[in-house]
């Protein structure tokens, strides 16, 4: 193990010799051999400049790219303890939810259907009384509940991008999973609304593992407890945020984190 890269031990997810390229004919690899484990109940950054493999990663987590036949992956992730690569894709996507850059709540559904468009989706059928108990759950759980409680029958492109952030990532928690994967979720969001998002993240983290992609590094180390920072494909160093902005192990961690490339 690379000496740059803490271990956690009983590890939510662990990540072992991930390897991803964009054609399976190619032997150039967007991810080489990572290997990473994820603390239960903490935020973790991924880090690094663009095209460094973030996304790439975070997208194999719950295995999206199995939606692209060209690009091959390699290695193992397991979620508590079980190989992901073994799942049937819909449950492991109920336990490993996803929200993506730009909020993209369906534009048809209003904000009610839109929390519970995965129960639809997977044709899974509730009563009434358990499917507004888990919108007022869910909404409530993003902060949203009172901003939306009398407009829910509205479709959720009537709120604002910020609140159709946390009406996606309610959706995401709609099936109560163990691990939210983000990426650069607040990139598309004025401060203010980035602002409520970290914080509704901090919150959410006393129930779930949450995995972050961000180019923001002050947004890493405001509410962060671990970070990893990639560079062309490999993971260069992995620990205590607090410690890799103060104290990095890498020459390369440090150049980035002081801005000399980015």
Same mark, same amino acid.
């Given at each position: 193990?690379?000496?740059?890269?803490?271990?956690?031990?009983?590890?939510?997810?662990?990540?072992?010799?991930? %390897?991803?390229?964009?054609?399976?004919?190619?032997? #150039?690899?967007?991810?080489?051999?990572?290997?990473?484990?994820?603390?239960?109940?903490?935020?973790?950054?991924?880090?690094?400049?663009?095209? %460094?493999?973030?996304?790439?990663?975070?997208?194999?987590?719950?295995?999206?790219?199995?939606?692209?036949?060209?690009?091959?992956?390699?290695?193992?992730?397991?979620?508590?303890?079980?190989?992901?690569?073994?799942?049937?894709?819909?449950?492991?996507? @109920?336990?490993?939810?996803?929200?993506?850059?730009?909020?993209?709540?369906?534009?048809?559904?209003?904000?009610?259907?839109?929390?519970?468009?995965?129960? #639809?989706?997977?044709?899974?059928?509730?009563?009434?009384?358990? @499917?507004?108990?888990?919108?007022?759950?869910?909404?409530?759980?993003?902060?949203?509940?009172?901003?939306?409680?009398?407009?829910?029958?509205?479709?959720?492109?009537?709120?604002?991008?910020?609140?159709?952030?946390?009406? %996606?990532?309610?959706?995401?928690?709609?099936?109560?999973?163990?691990?939210?994967?983000?990426?650069?979720?607040?990139?598309?969001?004025?401060?203010?609304?980035?602002?409520?998002?970290?914080?509704?993240?901090?919150?959410?983290?006393?129930?779930?593992?949450?995995?972050?992609?961000?180019?923001?590094?002050?947004?890493?180390?405001?509410?962060?407890?671990?970070?990893?920072?990639?560079?062309?494909?490999?993971?260069?160093?992995?620990?205590?945020?607090?410690?890799?902005?103060?104290?990095? @192990?890498?020459?390369?961690?440090?150049?980035?984190?002081?801005? #000399?490339?980015?």
């Amino acid at each position: 193990m690379n000496k740059n890269i803490d271990v956690i031990e009983n590890p939510v997810l662990k990540v072992e010799d991930l %390897c991803i390229a964009y054609n399976k004919s190619d032997s #150039k690899y967007a991810v080489k051999n990572v290997n990473v484990t994820v603390k239960k109940n903490s935020i973790t950054a991924i880090m690094g400049p663009s095209g %460094c493999g973030k996304s790439t990663m975070l997208r194999a987590i719950n295995r999206m790219h199995e939606l692209y036949p060209d690009i091959k992956t390699e290695g193992k992730i397991y979620l508590n303890g079980e190989n992901i690569m073994k799942m049937d894709t819909i449950q492991l996507r @109920r336990k490993i939810g996803m929200v993506f850059q730009r909020p993209n709540p369906f534009p048809t559904m209003s904000i009610y259907d839109n929390v519970i468009a995965g129960y #639809k989706l997977n044709g899974i059928r509730i009563k009434k009384s358990e @499917r507004d108990d888990i919108v007022e759950r869910s909404l409530t759980n993003v902060a949203l509940w009172d901003e939306v409680k009398d407009s829910l029958h509205k479709k959720g492109t009537f709120l604002s991008g910020g609140q159709q952030q946390r009406l %996606c990532i309610a959706r995401s928690i709609a099936f109560q999973p163990d691990v939210i994967l983000l990426d650069e979720p607040t990139s598309a969001l004025d401060p203010i609304a980035t602002s409520k998002v970290e914080d509704l993240l901090v919150e959410l983290q006393k129930d779930y593992t949450i995995v972050l992609v961000t180019h923001n590094m002050s947004q890493a180390a405001r509410i962060s407890e671990y970070s990893m920072f990639m560079y062309l494909g490999d993971l260069v160093e992995y620990g205590k945020t607090d410690m890799m902005f103060t104290n990095p @192990r890498n020459k390369k961690t440090e150049e980035y984190l002081t801005g #000399k490339f980015g």
